[in-house]
C-alpha cells in the first residue's frame, strides 16, 4: 500500500516538472527569437533582472543600459548594454 502510494507521488512530482520544463521551453523559445535582435521586451526585461520599470527606467536616464522605443509604448531594452551592466557590477564587487 506504501509502495503505491510513494509511487502516486512519484508521478505527480514528475507531471508537474515536466509542465514546468514546457513552460521554460515556451520562454527559452520566445526569448530565442526575440534575441536574434538584440533586445528584449520591457516585460521580459523586468523578469530577467528582476528590476522594477522604475529602476530600468533610471538606469536608462543614466545611460547605464540602451533602452528603444518604436510608438512611444513598448520599451525594448539592449541584451549587450545588460550584460555589459552585470559584468561591470561583477567587476567592481
Do not use: C
Not at 33 to 56: D, F, I, Q, S, Y
Not at 57 to 77: C, D, E, M
Amino acid at each position: 500500500m506504501q509502495q503505491q502510494t510513494d509511487i502516486a507521488a512519484i508521478q505527480d512530482q514528475l507531471r508537474d516538472m515536466q509542465e514546468e520544463l514546457r513552460s521554460i521551453k515556451e520562454l527559452l523559445e520566445r526569448t530565442k527569437v526575440e534575441n536574434k535582435l538584440g533586445w528584449l521586451p520591457e516585460k521580459e526585461t523586468m523578469a530577467l533582472t528582476h528590476l522594477k520599470r522604475t529602476r530600468l527606467y533610471q538606469l536608462r536616464a543614466q545611460g547605464k543600459i540602451l533602452g528603444s522605443s518604436f510608438n512611444g509604448k513598448a520599451v525594448f531594452y539592449s541584451l549587450a548594454s545588460l550584460k555589459e551592466l552585470l559584468e561591470t557590477n561583477a567587476r567592481n564587487r
